[in-house]
């Protein structure tokens, strides 16, 4: 695949906790964020429900006229454990389901403060962006810090080479929503070369080509 160029951001994927947090400044940014969509008339999609910072920048983005999708996996839905979707909702079968029609709809993400679920998300869209699978860019919303700590693992896991520089450039960094927005779409993918090597559209396909294995996963 060639490099990406910056691009006009149509739509945007947020992960966050369904859980509000205990500082408000993560209600704020949440608010914040959807209306910032809104205003920029950006498309939002998360996962679905209505609870927490995820109900706060659905509700917030869809009132103020943007476009809202939520996916969720059917258990999720029928249990009503995060509460009625805001806009538009999409059942999937499972959680794998929700996180590629994520991919599908999504033209960039941007992850705010969360817990397990916020973290497995963003860190497998980021490793499907290292494996070079899509070259949509990547944000950490970073609200008072919060992301200091993981931001610092990056840094680390780099410098001991577990992580490739062209890996840890995938994790865009913003203190607030609109220089995040800003941010992603100035982005410009620069894929991992030997990452270039993989060949997706062959799916399982036994005639796959051959790689360097140097590749850091």
Request: hydrophobic residues 40%; proline residues 4%.
């Amino acid at each position: 695949m060639e490099e990406s160029s910056a691009h006009q951001i149509k739509s945007i994927c947020v992960f966050c906790g369904s859980n509000p947090g205990k500082n408000a400044k993560f209600v704020e940014a949440a608010n914040n964020l959807g209306k910032v969509l809104a205003k920029r008339k950006i498309h939002l999609v998360y996962g679905g429900g209505s609870l927490g910072l995820m109900g706060c920048v659905s509700t917030a983005a869809h009132v103020g006229g943007s476009q809202v999708l939520g996916i969720i996996p059917t258990a999720l839905a029928e249990g009503n454990f995060v509460g009625k979707t805001v806009g538009e909702e999409l059942r999937v079968p499972t959680m794998q389901d929700r996180i590629s029609k994520m991919l599908d709809n999504s033209d960039a993400f941007i992850a705010l403060p969360g817990g397990i679920g916020t973290l497995e998300e963003i860190f497998q869209i980021a490793s499907w962006a290292q494996l070079n699978i899509h070259h949509k860019p990547i944000g950490l919303l970073n609200v008072d810090g919060f992301f200091n700590k993981l931001l610092s693992f990056l840094d680390q896991a780099e410098e001991e080479n577990f992580i490739p520089h062209s890996a840890r450039q995938i994790f865009i960094s913003a203190s607030t929503a609109e220089e995040m927005v800003d941010k992603l779409e100035d982005f410009v993918y620069k894929p991992d070369p030997v990452a270039t090597q993989l060949d997706w559209s062959k799916g399982n396909s036994s005639k796959k080509r051959k790689m360097d294995l140097s590749l850091h996963l």
